[in-house]
């Protein structure tokens, strides 16, 4: 793994210029915050996404892959299919970000335009923590960074996300609650090994050197994790 996270920095050390151009940007002329929640299967992260959508009915939900309807077929292909355990990790990427391009043009961005706040269950932080590190595939670093650079780009009129949160526990017990979890369907993704858990954890804590990632320790009760939600909400100037 530290041969890859070696591999990784050096093919992505432009994002850092990328982080320092979206600091001069952020915050000119943009009221409305994209926020991205993620984190690993078992980290409560829908939990989450529930007590917000009570707290916040002003705030436009999405998620990815989803959506929209096209989104959604994308992700039924990618999530739900019987056949989607045989798909390759750079299939998986390509079709992680045809929806996040679908969802971006169709839902975030007029969102965003009409002054309202975006909440995303899931985002580009996930296909850089489960394809790039949880699959162990540092080779697709570059075409991630030009996909990115294309979803979002700026002088399409596009924004990245504002901030995101990423709810953070031991990959050991993450993957001990996505298993014993009875009111979601398992995916192939929830049935990996912890070597996997571990490189997704790994991954995230990789992206948020070079994107605004706060994290947020999620082996807690829901209660508490939402408590601290709210107040990084709060603090990013996102909640009055």
Known sequence: ????????????????????????????????????????????????????????????????????????????????????????????????????????????MPALKAGKHVFSDRGDSSTFAFQICGEEQGELMDFFMSLRKLVFAENSGRRQPDLYIVFDLPAEVARERALQDASR????????????????????????GWWPVEFVDADRTPEEVHNSVMKILATKAILD
């Open 1 to 108: 793994m530290a041969g890859l996270y070696a591999f990784l920095a050096f093919r992505a050390s432009g994002a850092y210029c990328c982080r320092q151009k979206f600091n001069l940007l952020k915050g000119i002329g943009m009221e409305s915050k994209y926020i991205v929640f993620d984190g690993m299967d078992g980290s409560g992260k829908g939990t989450q996404m529930e007590l917000l959508k009570k707290k916040l009915p002003e705030v436009v939900f999405t998620r990815e892959p989803g959506g929209t309807p096209f989104a959604e077929e994308i992700r039924n292909l990618v999530r739900d299919n019987p056949l989607a355990g045989q798909s390759t990790p750079l299939n998986n990427l390509l079709l992680f970000w045809a929806a996040r391009e679908e969802c971006m043009h169709n839902l975030v």
């Open 185 to 208: 369907t398992k995916t192939h993704f929830d049935l990996r090994n912890i070597g996997y858990y571990e490189r997704v954890r790994d991954g995230f804590q990789m992206f948020a």
